[in-house]
């Protein structure tokens, strides 16, 4: 009995542990989502959202004003675009990024899009390689707040230096139970990776 007791003490204490750590985590995921650091870099980064027949949704949409507001003053000579297809036969994240941003007025000359990554871990891989390829390590990227500290940790296991710039006009992070749903999201997600998930 006196064993079994301990046994039960140890879980608990444990499961206690493990609960705070994912508190903390979740607390970590919505500081970084209120923290503007876009400052001077290589190139400004703005992770894809879903496309709707060639037209940018409200989510990516709000993205991609805010990192033509950054491209506009000046943050860095270089925009990257990204996203794949996610099945669309005809239109990819990247792509739509890119032809929105030239219709605001961003010279084409300062776009490259990155159009074959489905998921973050494969967009950070794919924009680190294009960026070392330059010779650089710095890059302002430009999402949903909650998603911004997992791409932060994702870049800096490349060797790349990330500011974390939320979109302002964002539908999730505007709507308290999507903000908490997407942010409880990326603690899984989180999890996941540090078990060796890329996803």
Known sequence: MRLRHWIVLILLAFLAGAVVLEVSLYKTIRRQAASDEAQPAAA???????????????????????TFYLEEHGFAP???TTGGSGG????????????????????ERKIVDETRSETTFQTVKAVAEMLRAR??????????????????????SFGITAYASPAPGSPIEAEPFARALYSLREVLILNLWHLGFHV
């Open 44 to 66: 400004i980064v703005v992770f894809g959202a879903a496309e709707y027949n060639g037209r940018p949704s409200p989510v990516y949409k709000a993205r991609l004003d805010h």
């Open 78 to 80: 270089l925009v990257i």
């Open 88 to 107: 669309d036969p005809h239109f990819t994240e990247g792509g739509v990024g890119r032809d929105y941003l030239i219709q605001q007025g961003v010279a």
């Open 135 to 156: 010779e650089e390590s710095t890059c302002v990227v430009v999402s949903d707040g909650f998603h911004l500290y997992r791409i932060k940790r994702l870049f800096s």
